[in-house]
């Protein structure tokens, strides 16, 4: 009796998967559907999408020193005191020239976590309104100020929602009041995605 039992109860555990399984694998994700071109493709197990703009930054224009740092290197177009912590909003541009067109915004801080004033732990958030994309993303981690960083997606709204991937930062130019940074944005959408709730849009 009870081997019956654990034989039905094992019947339908695999029933149920097998079940699950398929609709995995039926339906592609519907978060993406939006970015089906200019950058993204599908392969049938999720869907991609790539953007590159750059970061224009000025100091004490769009990004200021809010806490002074407490010991180890000076403040420079690379370098800023063990414990700074500054604040950005940046414009971010379709190319390297300041005067392109501006196709979003990054906002967040940093702090400086090494003597050397090289490395810091960042946290921003990257809007996107460009070729009919529309959203953002939310990135958190390390920042080497004269190599490329990445940082792992840990969110995103609007067309972006529920992304995952990564943004990698590059330096373009550091010399000047104004320095510029290549972004890239690795973005994919594992198929699950098609499932969450999607946000309503405010009337």
Avoid at 32 to 52: M, V, Y
Avoid at 58 to 86: C, H, L, M, Q, R
Wanted: positive net charge.
């Amino acid at each position: 009796m009870a081997a019956t039992s654990a034989a039905k109860s094992l019947l339908l555990c695999l029933t149920a998967f097998a079940f699950l399984h398929h609709l995995q694998f039926q339906y592609p994700a519907v978060a993406a559907t939006s970015l089906s071109k200019n950058g993204s493709r599908d392969g049938g197990h999720g869907r991609t999408f790539s953007l590159t703009l750059y970061q224009q930054e000025t100091i004490n224009k769009t990004a200021y020193i809010i806490v002074d740092g407490v010991a180890g290197a000076g403040v420079s177009e690379t370098t800023t005191p063990f414990g700074t912590i500054y604040v950005f909003r940046d414009d971010l541009t379709v190319r390297a020239d300041r005067a392109s067109p501006v196709a979003g915004v990054a906002e967040g801080s940093s702090i400086t976590t090494t003597l050397d004033g090289l490395q810091a732990l960042s946290l921003a958030k990257i809007t996107v309104d460009h070729r009919g994309h529309r959203g953002s993303v939310s990135v958190l981690g390390g920042t080497y100020n004269t190599k490329p960083s990445d940082y792992p997606v840990v969110g995103g709204t609007g067309d972006f929602a529920y992304a995952l991937g990564y943004v990698r930062s590059t330096p373009v130019d550091l010399r000047g009041r104004t320095v510029t940074y290549k972004m890239e944005l690795h973005l994919y959408w594992p198929p699950y995605a098609h499932y969450a709730p999607v946000p309503h849009k405010a009337v």
